[in-house]
């Protein structure tokens, strides 16, 4: 049941175009945010906003490259331009390879570590300098992985690393920005129904009985319930939460 409780927030949404960034920004839209949808193709996140005007939400769609500063100081330009100031932001922008250690070529690792980390420690840089800018106040969440910080896979090394990072810039900038009024948070969900969950041939009967055989809870979590994480962080029943890690797993990492 959609409350409107964001009704008149601005928000902005990496990844925006597919997966979880795509429902999150949805989600938002439907308690009242107008969000600006960022992406590398426009055409993916324009499918997004046809899912937002079809629920009666607003949204502007910005194609940008999270990797390069420049894009990224332009995103938040446009993001901001007509609007008076930025009160959510979702760094929810990301890519998996999975492969040994010794397998994997450096192009590879550093490709996944520039998108992980280096791109969501960009935005969040330049989202705490527009949210300071603005006087303060604001929420920022971070999508890290269980697969990290609180989790590891043989094979997933590279991704592990890059988002291991990301929980821990998520709790560095939160004890930085609070005093301003900027709440920093992140969400590490274990396998969602999204394309990601699929290993190379896999289909739905086998990513799931994959998944059974390892999580406590037997099954993928719905895109739903990462995003309502997702929400509950950015409502003000999270006032009093900063540089928490919220962990939707199934019980996997416990």
């Known amino acids: 049941m959609n409350t409107g409780s964001l009704n008149g927030k601005n928000a902005l949404v990496t990844g925006a175009g597919s997966g979880i960034g795509r429902h999150v920004a949805i989600a938002l839209a439907a308690e009242g945010a107008r969000v600006v949808l960022v992406g590398r193709r426009i055409a993916e996140l324009q499918q997004t906003g ?132 900027i709440r920093i948070n992140s969400v590490s969900p274990g396998p969602v129904d999204t394309s990601m969950s699929y290993r190379v041939g896999e289909d739905k009967a086998a990513r799931d009985t994959r998944v059974a055989a390892t999580n406590p809870s037997r099954r993928v979590a719905s895109l739903d319930e990462v995003s309502s994480a997702v929400l509950w962080l950015c409502s003000d029943g999270a006032a009093y939460t900063v540089g928490q890690d919220l962990v939707v797993d199934g019980g996997a990492s416990v």
């Open 50 to 181: 046809v899912e937002i005007e079809r629920k009666g939400g607003s949204y502007l769609a910005v194609e940008a490259d999270i990797t390069n500063e420049v894009s990224v100081q332009t995103l938040l330009d446009k993001a901001l331009a007509g609007r008076e100031r930025l009160d959510i932001a979702v760094n929810g922008a990301g890519m998996f390879s999975a492969g040994t250690i010794d397998e994997t070529e450096l192009d590879t690792f550093q490709k996944i570590l520039t998108t992980n980390t280096v791109g969501t420690w960009l935005c969040l840089k330049h989202e705490i300098l527009a949210m300071k800018h603005q006087g303060g106040n604001g929420v920022i969440i971070n999508i890290a992985s269980n697969v990290g910080y609180h989790l590891t896979r043989p094979g997933t090394g590279a991704y592990a690393a890059s988002k291991a990072a990301v929980t821990v810039l998520t709790r560095t900038a939160a004890l930085e920005a609070i005093s301003h009024g």
